[in-house]
C-alpha cells in the first residue's frame, strides 16, 4: 500500500508541474541563440499518441511558437552538440520544475533525418537514425532524465563523422515514464532542430526508420512500470548508429 501511495503522488506531482521545452543547441560549446534553429512550441506539454504526426516534431496540438525560426545551423561533422531543455520557455528563476520535474524519469533520444530544406513546413515522410541514446543505468536505478536535471538541462552528443553532408532535422527527445504503466501513458517530448552538416565523410548510410512507426504503444520501453526495480530498460526505436 505505501508503494501504491508513493506512484499515486509522484504521478498527481507529475500532472501539476508536468513539460518541458528543447530550446537551445550549442555546437562545439558555442551558444546558437535561444530558439535559433528550433521548432518549438508555445506550450510545454506532451505527444501521447506514437501514432500521430505530432510525434514528429511536434508543432500539432501544441502549435510551434510565431515566427518560426528560418536559421540553419552550421555544424561540423564529428562536432559536439548539447541540446538545452527548460520547463517553459521564457523560464523564470526558481521554478523546482525546471528543467522537467524529477518524477519524469525515463529516457532522452536524437535523432537525424535528411532534408531537402531544414526549413521546409512539411516533415511527414522523413527517414531517421537514431545517433544517442541514455536510458537506465541498471546499477542505481538512474535514467536519461536524472542526469539532464543533475546537469541543468543539458545533453551532449556527438554528430557522426561518416554520414553525408547537407541538411537535417535534428529530433531531441525525452520519454517520461511516470504514467506509463498503460498505454496511452507515457510522455513524449519533443523538439527539431534545424542543422546543416558540413565534412560529413558519407562513407555510410544508416538504416532509418520513420515516425510515426517507429514506436508502437505495446513497445517495453513505452508500457513500463517504472516503480519498482528493473533489471533491464528497452529504449523505444532502433539501434544507436554508429560510424
Not at 523564470?92 to 533520444?109: E, F, L, M, R, V
Not at 513546413?121 to 546499477?139: E, N
Amino acid at each position: 500500500m505505501k508503494l501504491l501511495t508513493l506512484s499515486t503522488a509522484l504521478l498527481l506531482s507529475g500532472c501539476v508541474s508536468a513539460h518541458t521545452i528543447f530550446q537551445k543547441l550549442y555546437v562545439n560549446g558555442v551558444d546558437q541563440g535561444e530558439l535559433t534553429g528550433i521548432r518549438a512550441p508555445d506550450y510545454d506539454g506532451p505527444i501521447t499518441d506514437v501514432t500521430s504526426n505530432d510525434i514528429i516534431c511536434n508543432g500539432g496540438i501544441n502549435p510551434y511558437h510565431q515566427p518560426v525560426s528560418t536559421a540553419v545551423i552550421n555544424v561540423p561533422a564529428g562536432a559536439s552538440v548539447t541540446a538545452e531543455w527548460h520547463h517553459t520557455l521564457n523560464q523564470t528563476a526558481n521554478d523546482p520544475a525546471d528543467p522537467i520535474d524529477a518524477s519524469h524519469k525515463g529516457p532522452i533520444i536524437s535523432y537525424l533525418a535528411k532534408i531537402p530544406n531544414a526549413t521546409q513546413s512539411s516533415v511527414t515522410g522523413l527517414q531517421w537514425f537514431k545517433i544517442y541514446q541514455d536510458g537506465l543505468t541498471v546499477s542505481d536505478q538512474t535514467w536519461g532524465v536524472d542526469r539532464l536535471i543533475s546537469n541543468k538541462g543539458k545533453v551532449t552528443f556527438t554528430i557522426p563523422s561518416c554520414i553525408a553532408s547537407g541538411q537535417y532535422l535534428l529530433r531531441h527527445e525525452i520519454i517520461a515514464l511516470h504514467a506509463a504503466s498503460n498505454y496511452p501513458g507515457a510522455q513524449f517530448y519533443m523538439e527539431c532542430a534545424q542543422i546543416n552538416i558540413t565534412g560529413g565523410s558519407g562513407a555510410k548510410s544508416p538504416a532509418t526508420v520513420s515516425f510515426p512507426g517507429a514506436y508502437k504503444g505495446t513497445d517495453p520501453g513505452v508500457k513500463i512500470n517504472i516503480y519498482q526495480t528493473l533489471p533491464s530498460y528497452t529504449v523505444p526505436g532502433p539501434a544507436v548508429f554508429t560510424c
